[in-house]
DNA sequence: CGAGAAATTGAGCCATCTCAAAGGAGGTGG
DNA sequence: CCACCTCCTTTGAGATGGCTCAATTTCTCG
């Protein structure tokens, strides 16, 4: 799929999954102002589908950012009905999972400054990168736009901008042309009081459908 | 259980699950610089795990917030076993709906200034005690603290009580000795963009576990 | 009636936003 | 290979929403 592609449209009715392979894509919801807010960043591994129970009303859009590799999974029926035990068990550790996620952003949002803001979620990206084999201590390639980071922690993308100048001038880490290169990343953790812990990310590991090496987003053409 | 009890600690693993009865009560998380981020509000007939898997380590802390009756049930051995099929699923859908009010809370934190926050944050606690034949047209009773409701909607309490005294000079609604008044709930609606249909509480229904008619808040003593 | 909790109010500050313009960087057609 | 276009980043200036600190008033309840 194309940057910028649409793969969930709100308001549709659950009735097949989708696995991201390669790319980056996001979860997010449109106000009645138009504004937006970003309720999860979507990487190779992750299903787009918060919780893929078969029918429900999908409250949220998901939409590629970067050139993408999206597998799209039917599902005969609803669900608890012709599926494994240990499927169920995978999806509802898929959805305490996200709960947990959301639980971290809403904090994020609701009780950091800007600066805090942003630093612990390049934090999180460079867990879950790390687990993907994606991100290594020097930093991780991040195709976000200032823009959408500032959607996704309830910022504007200028006021993004002039938070990563002084992530830069205070060398802790730069991000440039699509690089987040680190300095050192403890210094960082410390700084917004990110636990790398929180996820609980083994789960993560539940819902994984894809062996343990990932596809690289270098792979990607 | 007294008013200000703890339900649920951080970081236990869950080996029970507690139902409101009767009460207030609210699910949060301490941040380490002691700020306070609250997730959900618990209401009659809510359960207190927003995901009843066993074992599965908790992410955040569970509170009441007025005197209130909570029944604790316990939970024999992991998840999927022993367990019809029905129940996976309702918890399932419980699991769904939590995920929803979750990213309901991160774009009302995120993307709305603090007046249209807090009134949507009175919309939906309208309309979910609605439900439960706790409200009606004409208002609530609501036991929230100002400073409470700062840290659901991330905002500070002597803001809140500005906002507060704004709703009542412009003659919306007034939140006075425990009571939220409407003068018209379709204009407070409006203003603050709010869908009542957002939650599909329909949803609610399924795991909700006591009967039709719910203990009112005023058979408390 | 007294004590403690919650609500209210004021004054001043500063973090973040808005608006606007200018500088890259990559991509495409000629 | 250059000119141009578009999208993104960067920067400035000024406005303001929400915060902090602190004092006062009002409630609630024993």
Redesign the interface.
Known sequence: MEANATIIKEGAPLDCVHVMHMGWACRY?I???G???I?AFLLPGDVCE??P?HG??I??SVCTLTPSLVKPISIEGP??FAQP??Q??S???G??L???L??????N????NAYNRVAWLICELHVRLSILGLADETGFDCPLTQEVIADA??LTSVHVNRVMKQFRNENLFSFRSGRVAFVGVEKIRKLC?FDPA?L?LD?AQHIKTTPTRRPQLSDCP
Chains 1, 2 share one sequence.
């Not at 959301?102 to 904090?107: E, I, N, S």
């Not at 949002?109 to 950091?112: I, L």
């Open positions: 919801n106000m009645k102002d504004k937006r807010q309720s918060s919780t129970m429900t009303l409250d949220y669900l608890g035990f240990d169920m068990q999806i509802l550790s959805s305490l996200e709960q947990r959301l639980r971290a952003w809403l904090a949002v609701g009780r950091r922690v309830g009081g929180y609980h789960l």
